[in-house]
């Protein structure tokens, strides 16, 4: 059964400051990896997809990393603002299709 | 183009009441799939379909039933309602296969006093 952590479970930088975010999952034997946002109250907002394929993608301040084989993927957000506050999911699609999730970090950039 | 679409979002239930949550997407995704997310526990599977006429079931499927009669429809039922199932459901679909990037609704917010 795959299982999937996120590190450290909260964590409060200033504002300007670059944001890593962790991910370490179990079975290396994945489809891709899927990065979302949620904010209080609301649903998921897709962030960035990684093939199983990819060492990484971006898309503007965000940057994923992938490595496969040793079970860790990592989320940059560079020069944090206070809008990045929410909580961010790591979620990877296994060789039976299904989805697992992380239970989330939880981001508050100060002003 | 709606995306995913879930009904209602917020609803109160008393134990024992049966009630169904309405799942819909207009992107003629093959897969779909329903989630329950709860506090530190992340998102957990419920049900999952492959395409209509075929479900299966997640990590946490007792206490709900679903069907897949068209593309488009994925309905969750919950046959009798137990406090326990005091959740926030979202409901997703992708393409088939495991490369394509999923996709959710708004959720759900259920409480069963």
């Known amino acids: 059964k795959q299982e999937v952590t996120q590190i450290p479970a909260a964590l409060s930088v200033p504002e300007g400051e670059n944001l890593v975010l962790n991910c370490s999952f179990t079975?290396?034997?994945?489809?891709?990896l899927q990065w979302f946002r949620q904010d209080p109250g609301k649903g998921l907002t897709s962030l960035l997809l990684?093939?199983?394929?990819?060492r990484e993608q971006t898309s503007g301040r965000l940057n994923a990393s992938l490595d496969k084989s040793s079970g860790r993927s990592t989320l940059y957000i560079a020069a944090s603002q206070p809008g990045d506050s929410a909580t961010y999911l790591c979620?990877?699609?296994?060789?039976?299709?299904?989805?697992?999730f992380g239970a989330g970090t939880t981001v508050t950039v100060r002003a | 183009n709606a995306g995913v679409t879930q009904t209602p979002k917020f609803q109160v239930l008393k134990t024992g009441q049966s009630m169904t949550l309405q799942c819909a997407q207009d992107?003629?995704?093959?897969?779909m799939s329903w989630y329950r997310q709860d506090p530190g526990m992340g998102l957990r599977l419920i049900h999952y379909?492959?395409?209509?006429?075929?479900?299966d079931q997640g990590e946490v499927p007792n206490g709900y039933n679903v069907s897949r009669s068209t593309t488009e429809d994925f309905p969750l039922r919950l046959l009798s309602a137990a406090p326990s199932q005091t959740s926030v459901y979202f409901c997703?679909?992708?393409?088939?296969?495991?490369?394509?990037?999923?996709?959710f609704g708004p959720g759900t917010r259920l409480t069963v006093t």
């Open positions: 979620a990877v699609v296994s060789n039976d299709y299904k989805l697992s």
């Open positions: 990684i093939q199983s394929s990819q």
């Open positions: 079975d290396s034997a994945i489809y891709n």
């Open positions: 379909s492959v395409g209509a006429g075929i479900t």
């Open positions: 992107m003629n995704h093959e897969y």
């Open positions: 997703a679909s992708r393409r088939g296969g495991g490369s394509y990037e999923q996709y």
